[in-house]
């Protein structure tokens, strides 16, 4: 995927959060593998002011759980394997709304919305974009919220603002 590409997805994808009813400093949890879609997941959540969660790969079902459900995800992208993970936990899941799907899928939830992710971004948005405002974003507001692996007892959320992601990047342009 070339730059030109990636950004129109972010832009497509992030029009697509909006109609979904994604506002500033809603979470939404990533769990998948690592690919292209999901960096463009993660600069689309951010870019419309909500926070991204990532979360492991090779989490169980009770981990999800709780990861979900203690930083109050709104949404989560998802490959394949984690949605069937999900179909099974989905009564236990209190804030979650819908799933957006890397993979072609075609489960349905009995409470919980899926989306596929590519249908997503080929959908005509008839100017939605000119409409929508643009969130301000401070190096205040929350960025993301990384859990610890929790090996001793529940994860941990770090939060991290956009503030702290800056001052890291600032930090290596020395080294690099």
């Known amino acids: 995927i070339n730059w030109s590409t990636a ?3 972010k832009n497509r994808l992030s029009t697509a959060l909006k109609i979904l009813n994604v506002k500033k400093n809603d979470r939404m949890a990533i769990i998948c593998q690592n690919s292209p879609h999901w960096c463009i997941a993660d600069l689309s959540i951010m870019s419309v002011g909500a926070v991204t969660v990532p979360g492991y790969i090779t989490s169980t079902e009770n981990e999800l759980v709780y990861l979900l459900n203690h930083s109050e ?8 394997e984690i949605l069937k993970k ?21 489960k349905e939830l009995k409470n919980i919305k899926v989306y596929d992710y590519h249908h997503l971004i080929l959908m005509p948005f008839k100017n939605h974009d000119k409409n929508f405002k643009k969130n301000s974003i401070n190096k205040e507001d929350l960025a993301c919220i990384i859990y610890t692996s929790g090996t001793s ?24």
């Open 7 to 9: 950004l129109k997805e």
């Open 73 to 80: 995800a709104k949404g989560v992208f998802v490959s394949q």
């Open 86 to 106: 999900i179909i099974k936990i989905e009564d236990k899941l209190k804030y979650l709304k819908f799933i957006i799907c890397f993979d072609k899928c075609n």
């Open 153 to 176: 007892s529940n994860p941990k959320g770090v939060m991290l603002t956009h503030g702290s992601i800056i001052a890291n990047l600032k930090g290596a342009l020395q080294f690099v």
